[in-house]
């Protein structure tokens, strides 16, 4: 329990300013960013919720600098790697070096990789070899990295922001199943609307520089995820979390036809985690002090797409892990009880 | 606020949300009671051929008003008794006042104990719409649309009718007795009141001559059939077949073997006439002895001389020797008449099966010797000669069956034909390689093309070598053009 939440008016006062800051957030990044609300709000939610977001999306469409502008609009210390095939763990956790003493001499010194950051952008996260992925693992889940026999927390927050394009496949490694679960969002990122584009090529074709304001620390970014991990959920929303993510799995009890069929691996439990999560920050943004149901359903897609994995068959048959995430929701009813 | 406010409003949604789930389910049940329909139709039929004489009115109450009204009255009921989920009657409620999960979860956490200051602060939250969701009305949900098909209640309809024609078709049975009752009302009536004639014939007309009387008959039969045979008692050798019986009824013995009952070529004789002679045939050792035993026998006794006696023997107890008859008549197809009688042999036997078994050869004709299952040792080393295979400590088991599929049985595998003929082996040597005489192919034994050659491609030749191809051309012909000339000066 959060100690500084001592009632309901201090509860309703921390509601009231994690929304008012998830709003000026959002109002900053949206000055370079174009369109893209549900990436944007997505990412926030993320951020905020505690987890780390893979976008997906073809080069291009502004996953880059969503983020580098995030980083800018929350004032945190941010990272940029651009994974390559023979980039190896220690160019993102860092090395150690032979230093030079002041007074002469010479020591062994770690230097720390573009890991150490609040905000990584982890860009084209698939074209590192699969070594250089499982680095970011310890970082991600456990918020450490461990080099020779040094183990170095991170500082909070820590939010990793991968970017994966889905076309150019050649040359690229996949990320397992073990890291993708890692990973409390996938966003896709789709191409913008006709309007948009005017809008694009005007901001972006002209001498004017846009300038991010920072609006938020790091400490206050902190002070909103314990805010949001004091939103309480009903127990029918949590069974509803529950039997969502249970119906992702083939053969459960709640499993549609579509998920039994084509389904080899569904979610974990921290699917359920991020169900819980992101809808506590969808039922502070609208404005109430516990989850509903239709939080947990409007979060279900970003949350569970890319913790099911679909077999051959299923895409043989041109199977989506969003078609099944949406026959998941239409087979799960709220419960009643 | 306190949980009663919310128990007031879920009682207040309860009644509603009942009805609306009664009125769902009997809109729902329309889709199933097609099937309703046919299973009535179905009842129909089987009552009609059961012998229960419906009109179309009543066929119609219980096809159309029973099974349907049945399942969609059970199913209204079942939706109107189910019971309502507490979270239902306050979803509903909610989606009246757009609380949206407010008074749910104020709910839960009123019931949970509000313990975190954001629990206390969603219950808060939620005693806003508690008042209105108090008075707010429920708003209907959308009924599920009927899903009605004429096809099964067509269906239905084509099955009552099929009923109600089925039975005025003339059955074998009902055939040959209107012949027999011939002049009667039977013959002139209409077709559809043949059964009833036949059931008023019954009452009326002595059992050999009426179609119902014939059933009659025939489950009498029995009755007659030994009332005569005691009545022929005391022949001697009756009282001989009665000394081998255990129960000391000699008739009831005939009904042993079914086998022997059932076939045979008594289709060539009138059904009245058999009844004369059954008792008959249950004295068929009778009739071996002289004929002057049983003279008003006499002719049938002719007439099913070897195989009928054989076929429907059993029913008089025969006591030939199955092997020594020739079975000729278990090839034949057993007419409906037979079929008849033997089930009706049936019904008989049940009772007396237990007690009628004396004095009646069983059908040895293909028993085979049982199973030995002796568990006996063998002598020795040697197996025990009466060993089959199939049980006891005998030689190994034949693999037979279930177990001969299972792998990881042991099942010796023979496989027969001609020993091979071994590795092949293959020896290398080192040799020298040597010139071979090969005939080379001349290019004027080829032949002209006798067919055209097609499109070919051109090959580019760049525009310097075409000149100095021509300007070799041109030389070379040039040089013969020359030497030919000075030849031809030469020989000038």
Redesign the interface.
């Known amino acids: 329990m959060n100690p500084s939440l001592q009632d309901a008016g201090a509860a309703r006062e921390a509601a009231a300013q994690f929304k008012a800051m998830f709003q000026k957030i959002r109002g900053q990044v949206t000055r370079a960013m174009v369109g893209q609300d549900n990436v944007v709000d997505g990412v926030l939610t993320a951020l905020l919720a505690g987890g780390h977001v893979l976008l997906e999306g073809v080069p291009g469409l502004g996953k880059t600098m969503l983020v580098r502008s995030l980083g800018s609009a929350v004032d945190l210390k941010f990272s940029r790697i651009q994974f390559t095939p023979d980039m190896m763990p220690a160019d993102i956790q860092g090395t150690s070096v032979l230093l030079d003493k002041e007074g002469g001499g010479h020591e062994v010194g770690f230097q720390q990789g573009p890991v150490f950051a609040n905000l990584v952008l982890a860009d084209e996260i698939n074209r590192a070899t699969p070594k250089t992925q499982s680095a970011l693992l310890e970082a991600m889940q456990e918020r450490q990295v461990t080099v020779g026999n040094r183990t170095l927390q991170l500082e909070e927050p820590y939010c990793v922001m991968a970017t994966q394009n889905p076309v150019e496949q050649e040359g690229t490694y996949p990320l397992p199943e073990a890291q993708l679960d890692r990973f409390l969002f996938k966003l896709i990122v789709a191409y913008p609307a006709e309007a948009e584009y005017h809008e694009i090529l005007d901001r972006t074709t002209t001498d004017d520089d846009i300038e991010i304001e920072a609006v938020s620390t790091g400490e206050e970014i902190r002070a909103l995820r314990h805010v949001v991990r004091a939103v309480p959920v009903p127990s029918h929303v949590q069974s509803l979390a529950v039997r969502l993510v249970m119906a992702t799995q083939p053969g459960s009890e709640y499993a549609p036809a579509l998920a039994n069929d084509n389904v080899v691996l569904g979610s974990s439990p921290r699917g359920a985690q991020g169900l819980l999560l992101g809808g506590k920050v969808q039922a502070l943004l609208d404005g109430r002090f516990s989850v509903n149901a239709d939080d947990i359903r409007k979060i279900a897609h970003a949350v569970l797409r890319h913790r099911v994995m679909i077999g051959y068959a299923g895409q043989a048959d041109g199977v989506t892990p969003d078609q099944v995430v949406d026959a998941v929701l239409a087979a799960v009813p709220t419960p009643a009880e | 606020m306190n949980r009663g406010s919310i128990d007031a409003i879920v009682q207040r949604a309860t009644p509603p949300l009942r009805k609306e789930r009664a009125r769902r389910a009997w809109r729902r049940s329309l889709a199933g009671s097609g099937t309703a329909f046919i299973l009535g139709a179905g009842l129909f039929l089987l009552l009609r051929q059961s012998g229960f004489a419906l009109g179309l009115f009543p066929a119609a109450i219980l096809v159309i008003g029973g099974p349907a009204l049945l399942w969609v009255g059970g199913c209204w009921l079942a939706g109107l008794l189910a019971p309502v989920?507490?979270?239902?009657a306050l979803?509903r409620v909610e989606a009246a006042v757009h609380a949206?999960?407010?008074l749910?979860?104020a709910d839960?956490?009123l019931a949970?104990g509000p313990s975190?200051?954001?629990?206390?602060?969603?219950v808060?939250?939620a005693e806003r719409f508690v008042e209105t969701a108090q008075r707010a009305p429920l708003p209907r949900a959308a009924d599920a649309p009927v899903v009605w098909s004429w096809r099964e209640p067509a269906l239905a309809a084509a099955l009552v009718l099929l009923g109600w024609l089925l039975p005025s078709v003339p059955s074998p049975f009902e055939r040959a007795p209107r012949e027999v009752v011939a002049g009667t009302d039977a013959e002139v009536s209409p077709r559809r009141s043949v059964s009833e004639e036949a059931r008023r014939a019954e009452r009326r007309a002595p059992p050999e001559t009426t179609p119902a009387g014939k059933r009659d008959a025939r489950r009498d039969k029995s009755r007659t059939a030994s009332s005569d045979r005691y009545a022929t008692d005391d022949t001697e050798a009756t009282r001989g077949t009665r000394a081998r019986s255990r129960a000391g009824q000699p008739g009831e013995g005939g009904s042993a073997s079914k086998a022997a009952g059932a076939p045979g070529s008594p289709s060539e004789q009138d059904p009245a006439v058999k009844k004369v002679e059954k008792p008959k045939s249950t004295k068929a050792p009778v009739r071996r002895d002289p004929p002057k035993e049983a003279p008003p026998s006499k002719p049938s006794d002719s007439k099913q001389k070897s195989g009928m006696t054989a076929g429907r023997g059993s029913k008089g107890g025969s006591t030939r020797n199955p092997t020594t008859s020739n079975w000729s008549s278990k090839d034949k197809v057993p007419d409906d008449d037979q079929k008849d009688l033997e089930s009706d042999d049936d019904v008989e036997d049940e009772d007396s099966d237990s007690e009628a078994r004396g004095g009646v050869q069983p059908n040895l004709r293909d028993r085979k010797p049982p199973v030995n299952r002796d568990l006996a040792i063998g002598f020795g080393n040697r197996p025990s000669p009466q060993a089959n295979g199939r049980g006891g400590p005998s030689q190994r088991k034949k693999s037979r069956g279930t177990a001969s599929l299972v792998l990881g049985v042991p099942i010796p595998d023979h496989v027969r034909g001609n020993p091979s003929p071994g590795r092949t082996k293959v020896t290398q040597e080192r040799v020298e390689p040597r010139a071979e005489e090969s005939e080379p192919a001349s290019a004027a034994a080829r032949g002209r093309r006798n067919a055209p050659i097609g499109s070919v491609a051109t090959p580019d030749t760049s525009p310097w070598l075409q000149r100095i191809l021509k300007e070799y051309f041109l030389a070379l012909r040039a040089d013969a053009d020359a030497s030919a000339a000075a030849s031809s000066k030469d020989s000038e």
């Open positions: 989920a507490r979270g239902e979803e949206r999960g407010r749910r979860a839960d956490f949970r975190t200051a954001f629990m206390q602060a969603a808060e939250d």
